[in-house]
């Protein structure tokens, strides 16, 4: 009995060093994350060919054999991590339910879920509803597990949540006041655009984000004046988030470009730390935190 569970253990541990980034250099690691990689490629093409009428009729038998292909591989891999959950370092202090529940909740083990999901439901919800299937679409962020660059930016993004959210409640804010000024100017000339303030939202939005479609432009001296001034706090408001981002970015990359910096000079510890604590979406550590 005890032979069997040690044995269970191994091929455990054997499963999770192949899913998670297992020893550098090993070619079965390497070789699996090649094909993952591959097949979430090839997913991708077909979402998007499958949507052409043409092509979608005359290639649907491969458009279904990859999918149901896919399906396979993405729900054995969906319960493989699942399994392999209490393995994760940060997790090991955890019993096994916890562990595994842990991960379920998890923004990666939340992506994986809706990666193979939309099919099942499909399989059980009337053909109207089917259009559930382009959610297929978020199989694309499974890809941050094996791109440094992404997890790299997923970091910066997590770390820099409040900031970058405080942009965003600015930014409606100033598209509701850019709004308000502008009915008030042109609400006479143009009663069909800028008539109420929920009209001129959309204005004051593609104003603000330097898009400028043409639709509705102000005519009158005073919302040509609304409309500069729109413009340049668009300007600012735009440089923000730039900004935020990459300094974070920044920082990000050079903790794992010099992680012994970051360890106080313990490469030993900094290159522990990185082998052994892969990387996994949790948006709930600070920034430069592993």
């Not at 143009?190 to 009209?199: H, M, S, W």
Request: proline share 5%.
């Amino acid at each position: 009995m005890r032979a069997h569970a040690k044995r269970a253990l191994e091929l455990r541990r054997r499963v999770y060093e192949l899913l998670e980034h297992g020893p550098i250099g090993d070619f079965r690691v390497r070789l699996t994350n090649w094909l993952l990689i591959l097949l979430i490629v090839v997913n991708l093409v077909a979402v998007a060919l499958e949507t052409v009428p043409r092509l979608e009729t005359a290639y649907r038998t491969e458009f279904i054999a990859i999918e149901i292909f896919s399906l396979i591989v993405f729900t054995v891999e969906y319960l493989l991590r699942i399994w392999v959950a209490v393995e994760h370092a940060p997790r090991r202090h955890l019993s096994a339910r916890r562990a595994r529940w842990e991960f379920i909740k998890s923004p990666a083990g939340l992506i994986d879920l809706v990666s193979v999901l939309p099919f099942w439901l499909a399989f059980f919800t009337p053909a109207e509803f089917r259009v559930i299937l382009v959610f297929r679409i978020v199989r694309f962020l499974k890809l941050a597990r094996y791109s440094p660059a992404l997890r790299s930016l997923l970091d910066a993004l997590a770390g820099e949540r409040r900031a970058l959210f405080g942009c965003l409640v600015i930014m409606v804010g100033m598209a509701f006041i850019a709004a308000a000024l502008i009915h008030v100017a042109e609400r006479s000339v143009q009663p069909e655009k800028f008539g109420t303030i929920p009209d001129s939202m959309w204005w004051a939005i593609v104003t603000l984000g330097q898009v400028g479609y043409g639709d509705a432009v102000p005519t009158t001296t005073l919302g040509r004046l609304v409309g500069v001034m729109t413009i340049f706090v668009g300007l600012v408001m735009i440089a923000l988030p730039i900004g935020i981002v990459a300094t974070a970015v920044g920082s990000v990359v050079w903790l794992v470009s010099y992680p012994f910096a970051y360890w106080g000079g313990n490469t030993n510890q900094s290159t522990q730390a990185l082998v052994t604590a892969p990387f996994e979406w949790t948006f709930e550590r600070p920034l430069g935190q592993f």
